[in-house]
């Protein structure tokens, strides 16, 4: 394993993200938040030293990366990730406890959402901004930004973006990883300017605009009001934000594909139009079953709701504009129902992925033929293309380990003495990155009642589900620790 060049490569994010800092120590600056503005300081500072240090001291490094060091990589920076970001909330007094910090901070960079914050509103600006951001960064990955800023450390890329892109296959867009990285980053960067560009458009000042803005393209949903996007009134907001959670939902190649013109290719996949088409499926469903309550008044409002909410949940965004706990329990069911699904691959949403939900639908189709037609040929396809055996093989591993994970996490949590629906939604959002969930985490609550255990297994369960299961299992499997 080489450890040396691990170690340099964790320097180089640990500045990276020391300097992102520099970003809301500016805004506690400005509005003179003097002891959040010491709580960034110090470990900026610290970053600072401990990365430069670590950079010379191992200029040398060897520069080869196996696929086994890119696993351990990711790992360790996400979690050094957390363990710096942590440090601004500790230090400031804003989050007392360090355990709940580090929650708070891996919930802000896997992108999920779940918060152990009781009053948000009673945060300085600076805090909510570096909170918010941290969905910005984890949303296209840290691993990703590396690759795309410093080609030197571009050794291996391709197995980081492997071992951390979400999705059962990483495509290139260009022969060169490191202009892939950028050309993803250009993307994302482009539709953050564009959604605040609207949401500024909408009324909101720029604090809010932005830090909504990132946790929307990021499916992260960490909002500076209690209430959520609920605290604003504005149908213009709500769709506005609707729009751009189903766009950060699809896979970023597609946008590739669009800015080409390759418009064909991108109407043909068979992903997104089954993602669009449960997407709406579910819209309609639920603005049916709100309208027949008489939760809202007439069709197109409680479409606006549903729509909202629809998209919110699945694709992991966990937003909300209403207390969805409140529904019908058909509309419930349908949410529930959704947190199963997640995004495209290749996007910035969590859960299981529509291609792979769809996949395994087809080779059901596929073994009842078999049953039909024992001596018949029958080949999956998808998107025009055959679906090789070794990817069906992984695809279904993956929802294998999903679900026993979804099983250990209900009973950790049920652990704590929490009811079912308390403990499999709070494996369901926490594995799923989706935040919200039912019961006791439900859209107007959090998570700070769990015990501080639950609360370190939880963030472990989310870097798990952030990174594709996989890339954080197969680490303490006895097979990878062989030579």
């Known amino acids: 394993m080489n450890v040396a060049l691990i170690l340099r490569i964790v320097s180089v994010l640990l500045f990276m993200i020391a300097c992102f800092m520099l970003i809301p120590a500016g805004v506690a600056w400005y509005y003179g938040e003097h002891a959040a503005l010491a709580g960034f300081l110090l470990p900026i500072l610290g970053a600072f030293a401990a990365a430069s ?3 010379f001291l191992l200029r040398n490094a060897d520069r080869q990366l196996r696929p086994r060091d890119g696993f351990i990589l990711v790992g360790l920076a996400w979690v050094s990730a957390a363990a710096l970001g942590a440090l601004p909330f500790r230090l400031s007094g804003t989050i007392p406890r360090y355990v709940d910090a580090f929650f708070e901070t891996m919930s802000g960079f896997t992108t999920t959402g779940a918060t152990i914050l009781i009053d948000i509103e009673a945060l300085p600006y600076s805090m909510l901004f570096w909170r918010s951001l941290t969905h910005w960064l984890g949303g296209m990955g840290i691993i990703v930004l590396t690759v795309a800023v410093f080609p030197l450390l571009g050794v291996g890329g391709l197995q980081l973006m492997k071992a951390e892109a979400p999705g059962p296959s990483v495509d290139k867009i260009t022969p060169k990883v490191t202009e892939t990285a950028k050309i993803l980053w250009l993307i994302y960067l482009g539709l953050t300017v564009l959604q605040t560009t609207l949401l500024l458009l909408g009324g909101l000042d720029l604090f809010e605009a932005l830090t909504h803005t990132f946790g929307t393209l990021a499916t992260g949903g960490f909002s500076p009001r209690a209430a959520s996007v609920g605290h604003y ?21 597609l946008y590739y594909k669009a800015l080409t013109r390759q418009f064909s290719s991108v109407l043909r996949d068979t992903e997104w139009k089954s993602y669009l088409g449960v997407f709406a499926t579910a819209s309609l469903v639920i603005a049916l079953i709100l309208m027949r309550s008489g939760a809202y008044s007439g069709f197109g409002q409680s479409l606006r709701y549903a729509g909202f909410q629809a998209a919110s949940i699945l694709t992991t ?4 504009t209403t207390d969805f706990a409140l529904w019908p329990q058909a509309a419930q069911v349908v949410l529930f129902t959704l947190m199963f699904f997640g995004g495209c691959a290749g996007s ?17 189709v596929h073994e009842m033929k078999y049953l039909l037609h ?18 069906l093989y992984a695809i279904s591993g993956f929802v294998f380990l999903y679900l026993i994970l979804l099983l250990l996490t209900s009973l950790v949590v049920a652990s704590g003495g929490f009811g079912i629906i308390t403990s499999f939604t709070t494996a369901l959002a926490t594995l799923g990155n989706i935040g919200p969930g039912f019961g006791r985490i439900g859209p107007s609550e959090n998570y700070a009642f769990f015990q501080d255990y639950i609360k370190w297994y939880l963030s472990f369960i989310m870097m798990t589900g952030r990174l594709e299961v996989f890339t954080i299992l197969v680490i303490f499997t006895p097979a990878f620790w062989r030579n």
């Open 317 to 320: 965004t966990g937003y909300a």
């Open 53 to 55: 240090l670590l950079f």
């Open 233 to 253: 009134s504005s149908a213009y907001v709500h769709v506005v934000i609707t729009v751009f959670m189903i766009l950060a939902g699809t896979n970023f190649f």
């Open 348 to 364: 910035t949403g969590g859960g299981i992925k529509i291609v792979r939900i769809v996949t395994l639908a087809k080779q059901a």
């Open 374 to 391: 024992p001596r018949g040929v029958f080949q999956i396809t998808f998107g025009g293309q055959p679906v090789r055996k070794n990817v």
